[in-house]
Nanobody, 123 residues
């Protein structure tokens, strides 16, 4: 059974940084693309960043160079380093595996989700 466990969320002041982690078990992590998404109440879940098995990445338009997705295949873990956070980044952040790339964009079709981690940025 595939399991994804996110960690690293919390409360941070605007302008601060957080690093999220997502540990994956039960899958062939090294060959799977991974993605980070976020969701606020009343809105659709949106892509934050995706990373292929090769290490190539893509980001949501709102990221604007502030976030970096990376992976450590030896630890079956994907990371999201978030800098220059604003109150608009407040959301529940989810990681996903088993999606696919279409037009260089990670899509969460099928696959597996983590339980989410809350990120709250105070103004």
């Amino acid at each position: 059974q595939v399991q994804l466990v996110e960690s690293g969320g919390g409360l941070v002041q605007a302008g601060g940084s957080l690093r999220l982690s997502c540990a994956v078990s039960g899958s062939t992590f090294s060959i799977n693309a991974m993605g980070w998404f976020r969701q606020v109440p009343g809105k659709q879940r949106e892509l934050v960043a995706g990373i292929r098995a090769s290490g190539s990445t893509n980001y949501g338009d709102f990221v604007k160079g502030r976030f970096t997705i990376s992976r450590d295949n030896s630890k079956n873990t994907v990371y999201l380093q978030m800098n220059s956070l604003t109150s608009e980044d407040t959301a529940v952040y989810y990681c996903h595996t088993g999606g696919s790339y279409i037009n260089s964009r990670y899509l969460a079709r099928g696959g597996y989700w983590g339980q989410g981690t809350q990120v709250t940025v105070s103004a």
